[in-house]
């Protein structure tokens, strides 16, 4: 009975509350073929693994090849792979985080947690990359934490509009939960900054917001990329943000249209990742055919890939779209078919 409550309000939090890096799994049934053996395969998702953490996922794969272009000034396709990976490696445990990221040269990690918010601080002596975690409503194989269950959902729906002192409003939730730590951060950050280091800033939904307050409220870094981002504050605020930022958006992905549009404005530059993988620097609305399933796999069109089965018709498109692995992956993807890079 236990187990079936806990399940059932797993399906309810994810159906009302949208936001987080809940739908975040994937179902692996051996290799699929793909054109190019370096690319890696685009997974189903479905209930069956529906939480973080993805530590069968090969992070940063052939990293020595592709390093982190850390004084990049523009859009950097290995540097949104990289930030990408980042976003979706901070779901894990503080061991496993500190294992990866020292593995790349990374060997200074830092771990801030609150009750809301969490987030890395991973550098070497040229640079560092701040990655904010998304919402951590439970992971699995682990105890529900409830209270971290209710402070992320109250930094999730409180959308009221509060003040903000680069101007404009923000959303209120959001601001509450990067003042919980931005104190010890901001001190360390520079620190770092002082130290020679290149300040880049990340995260995936939540995260992805936390991200764009924090790079707006220390203002000093070198780029910021999000991933499945919510709106973050109004057009005050974005005529006000100057930072250099880039807003990745993965086809219908559920949190990029919250909170409201009327009120709340997107920041950044938008890099748009359609049904094939392909990256564009505008939205491209899908058409949505009367007879296509709802159930639409990632890369379909594909004959290699395996036909639809079991419990991802469950779960909708737009929040498959939310995943941050398909995030990491389809920009890996991008990586190995950009020539010159």
Sequence with gaps: MKAACIFFFRLIFITVFLFGGLISAADRNGPREVPNPRKK?????????ISPPFKNYEYYRDYKEYGFQFKARSFNIINAWWLAEASTLVYADKNFVKTQFWRVGLR??????HLSTQCYVASNDKFAIIAFRGSEIWKRKEKI???KIFADLKADVDIRLTDWPGGGKVHRGFKDALDEVWLDLAGYIRQLNDQGCKIWITGHSLGAALATLAADRYGNVQGVYTFGSPRVGDAAFKKNFTVKAYRIVNGNDIVTRVPPPGWYKHVGDIK?????????DHIIEEEVLANQPRDELYGLQNPNLPQKHG????????FKDHVP?????????????????
């Design 145 to 147: 934490d409830f209270s």
């Design 108 to 113: 200074d990690v830092k771990f801030f947690d």
């Design 41 to 49: 395969e685009i997974p189903r998702i479905t209930l069956k693994n």
């Design 272 to 280: 748009f990742i359609d049904r094939e993988g392909n990256i564009h």
């Design 311 to 318: 419990s991802s018709g469950l779960i909708p498109d737009s």
């Design 325 to 341: 692995l398909l995030y990491a992956i389809h920009l890996w993807n991008n990586v190995i078919g950009t020539p010159n890079y």
